[in-house]
């Protein structure tokens, strides 16, 4: 219990730093960024609001200035269920892409961002 209360607390120390440093918003073209918002209609990430491998990939959302659905799947509920059914395991944070004939789900931070980063941002390409 003791580091389950340690856990949450560093957890929520964590956001708050992310929140009073998180980078600015990338600024794109008009036409730009509605591309940039039709890629991330088909994506989805799976994550636990206080665990520090998801506000990294969350921060790195914010940056590339993209509308990706964020999905909490910490407690019992609809999006734990899927995550567990579809993606076989909770684990997060997840980057669900749904692709034209498959979903893939991606697992790892740093391949979410590296994904994410050759995606939407024209400097890492």
Known sequence: M???ALREGLGRLIV?????????P?????????AANQKAGTMSLYQFYACPFC???RREIHR????????????????RE?????GGEVQVPCLRIDDE????WMYESREII????????PEAA
Do not use: H, W
């Open 82 to 86: 899927e995550l567990l059914a579809e």
């Open 114 to 121: 590296q994904f994410l980063q050759e995606t939407f941002d």
């Open 55 to 57: 506000v990294r990939v």
């Open 16 to 24: 708050f730093i992310n929140f009073i440093t998180r980078p600015r």
């Open 2 to 4: 003791i580091l389950k």
């Open 64 to 79: 590339l200035n993209v509308p990706i659905e964020i999905r909490d799947a910490q407690k019992e509920g609809p999006y």
């Open 26 to 34: 990338m600024v794109r073209s008009e036409a730009a960024q509605e």
């Open 101 to 104: 004939d498959r979903t893939i």
